[in-house]
């Protein structure tokens, strides 16, 4: 999947990274309780929660 502009958010759903347009980052696990945010890996290891209606699959 690869980021448009979108922010790295903690567990609680408070931002902590923005990440730039085009970042490559791979999902690596589900979606939280309400739906709201997938947990993904950006590049170096980073993880957390973003919005997925920003996610676009790469082919």
Known sequence: MAAR????RDRY????????????VTASGGDDVE???R???APGGRDG????S???PVC
Do not use: A, I, N, S
């Open 54 to 56: 920003y996610l676009r």
């Open 35 to 37: 739906g709201r945010y």
């Open 39 to 41: 947990h993904v890996t």
């Open 5 to 8: 502009d979108l922010w790295l």
């Open 13 to 24: 759903g408070e931002p902590r990274e923005q990440l730039p347009h085009g970042l490559v």
């Open 49 to 52: 929660w973003v919005d997925p």
